[in-house]
């Protein structure tokens, strides 16, 4: 009878523990729209759609203060909405030219937009 108590007890215990992980809330960033701003980027030195395009585009994503950025590679643009709070147009320049070492792209601020989002 003590071994299924403590059995019993052992379980109720692990039980208790991982609901307590299970608990944690996801973390939501709300950006104000005041603080939205959107630009398009001209980048020279892309070669291939997945290789080039599509790694920037990841990389963009992932960069803090970026809400939504789309890679055309065709137009050679990016489309980029970000909060102006936390980056700049001309972080997001510097940050693109860094890529790959900063040998293989070049952006800027570019004269049309692209297909939006």
């Given at each position: 009878m003590n071994v299924y108590k403590l059995i019993c007890l052992l379980v109720i215990t692990s039980f208790?523990?991982?609901?307590?992980?299970?608990?944690?809330?996801?973390?939501?960033?709300?950006?104000?729209?005041?603080?939205?701003?959107?630009?398009?980027?001209?980048?020279?030195?892309?070669?291939?759609?997945?290789?080039?395009?599509?790694?920037?585009?990841?990389?963009?994503?992932?960069?803090?203060?970026v809400l939504n950025a789309k890679v055309i590679f065709k137009d050679s643009i990016a489309n980029i909405e970000f909060n102006k709070e936390l980056t700049s147009n001309k972080e997001l320049i510097s940050f693109i030219n860094g890529i790959a070492g900063g040998e293989m792209y070049k952006a800027s601020e570019a004269s049309k937009k692209a297909t939006v989002y």
């Open positions: 208790a523990i991982s609901s307590c992980n299970l608990e944690k809330k996801a973390t939501t960033i709300t950006t104000s729209v005041a603080n939205k701003q959107q630009v398009s980027l001209a980048i020279s030195g892309m070669t291939c759609e997945i290789g080039c395009a599509k790694t920037i585009q990841s990389k963009l994503s992932k960069k803090e203060g």
